[in-house]
C-alpha cells in the first residue's frame, strides 16, 4: 500500500542555511529543511521559490528561571505537554543525527538530561505533491 505514496527514495542533501547545516526533502512541490546542528526543528518549509512557511526569530532569546538563555531560532519545534518552565524549555542547542529512510528523513536527539525525554522527527513528503504524507511524526 505505501507503494502508491512512495514509489521513490529521497536522496539527502546537505546545504547551509543561516548558519546552520541542514539536510534537505525535495519533492517537485516543497522543500523542506531539517538543521543538523541543533534541534530537533525543522526550520524551513516552503513551495518552490517562495518564503519559509515557519517563523523565523533568529535574535529572538527568553531568559529561563535557571538563567539559561533559550533560543526561538526558527521553524518548527518539538515540545512536550503539559507546558512548564523551564522542562518545556529544555535546551535544543545541540546536534542532532539524521538518517535516511527510504520515504524520507528520522531525526534523532541525545536524551535530555533533566528530563530523560529522547526527540525524534519521522517526515516524509509525497512525491510530486505539495504534501507531508504523515505530518511530524513526534516520538518521545
Request: with cysteine.
Amino acid at each position: 500500500m505505501l507503494k502508491a505514496y512512495f514509489p521513490f527514495i529521497y536522496h539527502m542533501n546537505t546545504t547551509k542555511y543561516l548558519d546552520f547545516d541542514c539536510v534537505s526533502l525535495e519533492n517537485d512541490s516543497l522543500t523542506l529543511l531539517d538543521t543538523k546542528s541543533i534541534g530537533p526543528r525543522i526550520i524551513s518549509l516552503r513551495y518552490k521559490d517562495s518564503d519559509n512557511l515557519f517563523a523565523e526569530l533568529p535574535d529572538f532569546v527568553s531568559q529561563r528561571p535557571d538563567g539559561e538563555n533559550f533560543h526561538f531560532y526558527r521553524g518548527h519545534r518539538l515540545w512536550h505537554a503539559p507546558e512548564n518552565m523551564p522542562r518545556t524549555y529544555a535546551l535544543d542547542n545541540e546536534p542532532v543525527s539524521i538518517t535516511q529512510t527510504q520515504n524520507g528523513l528520522f531525526t534523532r536527539q541525545k536524551v535530555e538530561e533533566k528530563t530523560g525525554i529522547e526527540k525524534t522527527l519521522d517526515i516524509s513528503l509525497v512525491e510530486n505533491k505539495p504534501q507531508v504524507i504523515t505530518g511530524l511524526t513526534h516520538e518521545i
